[in-house]
């Protein structure tokens, strides 16, 4: 066997320690991820999206590790925590000679970072490493395995059966008795492939064209319909075909179509994602000025779809006037978000680490609102995703071994954190707005009961809303009206029931009409406390669903909300996952005071309804949002009221008295204080970067325009701002937000904000430069259009070198008029445009969406690229399909002819080399 570590390939023979565990483990990863069918980045993103929690989704992405690197596609990995180790990942076999260069880069690179702590200091590394050990213990933590401990490596198929899961879907009457069998013969097959092309991608246009022209047709030629675009989607940017990620990888006719999907959703050109996670987003209805929050974000498909929504009709260089918060309470998967949305280099995002339902109100503190010009004083958002953590079983079909583990705990054990988390959302959300509810769960309790519940709590200030006008190709089904809740084999039809059976943990709010059920009478008699929701029979009494059928089952309740306006998304209907999504309208501020389960107001009695008052939105203990003393720390407050709650849901939540809302409001307060003192540890501060010495430098060296906002839009995550390393852009929405959280006492944890523009160049050739700081890949698209200076226009030929090259000394530039621009430059950094030759040329360049420049660095003697191995290689391979698609003959260069030499004999300065390699790593963002 012969397995390679990160510097070496080291023989293992089959006597040698080790063998068996290595073998083992990569057999391991490499049986699992076949099975699953899916071997790639896009694969890793979609488990992590549909697992319930971190385990299985972490236990994938390191099992990915493994396997992904016998396919040259680590990225997700390896930009984080999950780092290739010493034996643990086999080597790629038969590489090109590129690709292998770039892979021993790659790793080269990655044994120095863990060396030496990583680039910006040993703190995030540390945790990095922490969370590859973590994730590599999953691989081996099944050690009770009967298999692994008889040595036996053979691996039985993935069993696509489970008679509880199919007796509990007939019963809630999922789909139609008729339409059982093909249901049940969809779930068993392998998801086909989809993916979207990013909208924002400078290459958009191209990219539509080679799938319509060349892949299109090429791909019907192996299967009946290969690829399509997805009718229901806008603009056409989502795609599906007819194969399944496992025949893409192991049919070789398809081999071109695999490497451009993997190539270009590396770049981030094109995004892999599961047709229906692509829906909820749509129905958000995100405009380019909205504040927008994700609740439970990573590992971020649907933050980056919404980031394309709001920098969709943006000019170049000019941002929208919104922003997205993306929140996650996994601190690893928000770095695969971070990852995710890195790829779309934007000013407008901010990546939070909250517990959703705990999510901080942020509201200004008192003494400040009357001075300050923000023009807010609480971060509350347009738009609210609530893509909340479930039991995934509608991802079976790329996700098989949920086969195996699935059982009805799985759904009753996330109701409540479920509720809470779009409780929260609702709260957080502007009267006015719209919140998207959504699970990739089948299961009544996860989405119609929760949704039948928000709408109990919040009365007439929430509406759900009839979306079946919108999207109108998207074949969906309305919501379930009737279900029952199924607990340790037991059908129960009511919360009556469930007190009969003493089952603590099934909640009143789990079943259609949320009825509480008390003992209130000393005869014995039972009597609900509210009739809410659920359909009142004509003699007057609810159906309570303690009435036997007369087949001996008990008969659901029947709501009478109107829950036909979620939507269900079954997977045989236009082949794709289960999905369920349901949107509300925020009409005005919720209720101020709520009982546990109260009462629609719709349906309710008029007494109930007067207790449901309207005024400011109170979250669901009545705590004032609009106080900032009684909701100094939400997440505080909240926690304790929300634990009360769910820990004996029944319970009413109380009505306090002045006193004692002031008293709880101080001991909030006073734990606030607590948790700023050690605020957030483990996170680098948010510090706005203020040096107007370096500020000046950087504007005068770039000639950077006084149109281009400049003042507070910059910050560093240092403390200590006389040794920033890294600058971040961000957009005035963003900048707004950070305003408003330092006012508010930081109330937010910020893991990654803003984008990487600047980046101290710390080499010797670097500080000779009159500017240290160069400008990153990341920020250049942005930059560029307010830049006069430190910008040359290069001939087709010379940017060809260049990407090729990577480094030329200037001797070697073959046009003597970009030799001559080039030589004017100041030391440092610069950037490079192509000129394609039909532009009239002025100076600066004029820059429009199609314009292609990367950032490069003026040596003394040579011109030596700042962009990654991988993003040169795409971008030639970009600019070939952009001239080819055109007609226009990219000017045929013969490498061997112009007399350019490797990088290795140019660059002489080790730094500038190692920076021209790397000068776009992702990571969180940190100084
Ligand atoms: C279904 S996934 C979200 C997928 C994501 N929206 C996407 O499209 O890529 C659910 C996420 O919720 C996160 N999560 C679980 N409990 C949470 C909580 N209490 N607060 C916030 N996030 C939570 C999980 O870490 C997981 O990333």
Not at 686 to 706: N, Q, S
Not at 761 to 769: D, H, N, W
Not at 782 to 806: E, N, R
Not at 880 to 895: A, H, I, L, Q, Y
């Amino acid at each position: 066997m012969t397995v390679a570590s990160s510097f070496a390939t080291v023989s293992l023979s089959e006597e040698d320690e080790g063998f068996r565990k290595v073998s083992c483990c990569i057999q391991k990863a490499q049986n699992k991820i076949e099975k699953v069918g899916e071997e790639d980045e896009g694969a890793t993103l979609d488990e992590a999206h549909c697992s319930p929690g971190p385990h299985l989704a972490e236990e994938c992405a390191t099992l990915k590790d493994v396997h992904c690197l016998s396919h040259r596609m680590a990225k997700v990995t390896n930009a984080y925590d999950l780092q290739v180790r010493p034996n643990e990942g086999p080597i790629p076999a038969a590489l090109p000679r590129t690709k292998m260069r770039l892979f021993m880069h790659k790793q080269l690179r990655k044994q120095q970072q863990e060396e030496m702590g990583g680039r910006g200091g040993g703190r995030s590394k540390r945790t990095q490493r922490k969370h590859f050990r973590d994730g590599r213990e999953n691989v081996w933590k099944n050690k009770s395995d009967p298999q692994q401990e008889n040595g036996n490596d053979h691996w039985a198929p993935f069993v696509v059966d489970n008679a509880a899961f199919e007796e509990y879907y007939k019963e809630q009457g999922i789909v139609r008795p008729e339409e059982w069998d093909s249901f049940m013969a969809c779930l068993r097959t392998t998801l086909p492939a989809a993916f979207r092309v990013n909208s924002s991608s400078q290459f958009c246009t191209d990219l539509m064209s080679q799938l319509e022209d060349e892949f299109t047709k090429t791909l019907q030629a192996e299967g009946t319909e290969g690829l399509r675009s997805l009718p229901w989607y806008p603009g056409n940017f989502a795609w599906q075909s007819t194969f399944s990620r496992m025949q893409l990888r192991k049919n070789k006719s398809l081999g071109r179509f695999h490497e451009f999907l993997k190539q270009e959703n590396e770049i981030g050109n094109i995004t892999r994602q599961e047709a229906v996670s692509m829906i909820p987003p749509l129905f958000l209805d995100v405009h380019r000025d909205h504040f927008v929050i994700d609740m439970c974000a990573a590992p971020g498909s649907k933050t980056f779809q919404l980031l394309e929504m709001i920098h969709q009709e943006s000019e170049v260089g000019s941002l929208p006037g919104g922003m997205i918060v993306a929140n996650d309470v996994d601190v690893k998967r928000c770095n695969l978000l971070i990852h995710q949305t890195k790829r779309m280099s934007t000013a407008n995002l901010v990546v939070t680490n909250h517990e959703a339902q705990h999510f901080p109100g942020c509201h200004m503190k008192k003494d400040h609102v009357n001075g300050s010009e923000l023009g807010m004083t609480q971060l509350l958002f347009d738009r609210v995703l609530c893509d909340v953590p479930c039991s995934g079983d509608g991802t079976l079909r790329k996700a098989p071994d949920i086969w195996r583990k699935w059982g009805v705990g799985m759904a009753n054990g996330v109701h409540c954190l479920q509720l809470q988390i779009a409780m929260r959302g609702l709260t957080l959300l502007k009267t006015g707005g719209r919140m998207v509810y959504s699970t990739c769960s089948m299961n009544p309790v996860e989405n119609e009961a929760v949704v039948s519940e928000i709408l109990r709590r919040c009365g007439d200030s929430v509406e759900l809303v009839d979306v079946s006008s919108e999207l109108p190709q998207l074949i969906r089904r309305p919501g379930l009206k009737s279900w029952k809740v199924r607990d340790k084999g037991v059908w129960l039809a009511s919360h009556k029931d469930a007190c009969k059976h003493g089952r603590s943990g099934i909640v009143p709010s789990m079943f259609p009409s949320g009825q509480v059920h008390v003992e209130t009478s000393d005869d014995g008699n039972e009597k609900p406390t509210t009739i809410t929701g659920a359909e009142i029979l004509e003699d007057g009494n609810s159906n309570n669903g303690d009435v036997d059928a007369a087949d001996g089952g008990l008969v659901a309740e029947v709501s009478s909300l109107p829950l036909e306006r979620c939507m269900r998304f079954v997977p045989h209907d236009q082949n794709t996952g289960a999905f369920f999504i349901a949107v509300f309208h925020k009409i005005s501020h919720l209720p101020a005071l709520q009982t546990k389960s109260n009462k629609h107001s719709r349906e309710s009695n008029s007494d109930n309804d007067k207790k449901v008052k309207q005024g400011e939105d109170k979250d669901i203990n009545g705590m004032d949002l609009s106080d900032e003393e009684a909701t100094a720390d939400a997440g505080v407050i909240d926690k304790e009221s929300d634990e009360d709650e769910d820990s004996n849901p029944s319970k009413k939540v109380r009505v306090q008295s002045p006193n004692k809302a002031q008293s709880r409001a101080d001991k909030a307060n006073d734990k606030r204080k607590l948790q700023i003192q050690g605020r957030w540890y483990g996170v680098d501060p948010v510090v706005f970067f203020k040096d107007d010495a370096i500020l000046t430098r950087i504007k005068e060296f770039y000639g950077i325009k006084e149109s281009f906002p400049f003042s507070n839009h910059f910050i560093t995550r240092n403390s200590d701002t006389s040794h920033v390393k890294r600058i971040y852009y961000i957009s005035e929405s963003v900048k707004n937000v950070v305003e408003l959280n330092f006012l508010a006492g930081e109330q937010l944890k910020i893991t990654s904000i803003g984008l990487k523009m600047f980046e101290r160049q710390t080499s010797k050739e670097g500080v000779s430069s009159p500017c240290v700081f160069r400008i990153s890949s990341e920020g250049l698209p942005l930059l560029l259009p307010h830049m006069t200076k430190q910008i040359a226009c290069a001939s087709p030929v010379d940017f060809k070198h260049l990407l090729q090259y990577k480094s030329i000394k200037f001797p070697d530039l073959v046009d003597d008029g970009f030799r001559e621009k080039v030589s004017a430059l100041s030391l440092g950094c610069c950037v490079v445009v192509l000129n394609k030759g039909n532009e009239s040329s002025s100076d600066p360049p004029v820059v429009d969406k199609s314009t292609i420049a990367i950032g490069c660095w003026k040596g003394r003697s040579s011109l030596a690229v700042m962009v990654t191995p991988i993003d040169c290689e795409e971008l030639l391979e970009r600019i070939m399909v952009r001239f080819e698609t055109k007609k226009e003959s990219f000017p045929d260069v013969n490498c061997d002819n112009a007399q350019v030499k490797e990088d290795s004999e140019i660059v002489d300065d080790p730094q500038l080399k190692e920076d021209s390699k790397t000068s776009v790593d992702v990571e969180v963002n940190k100084d």
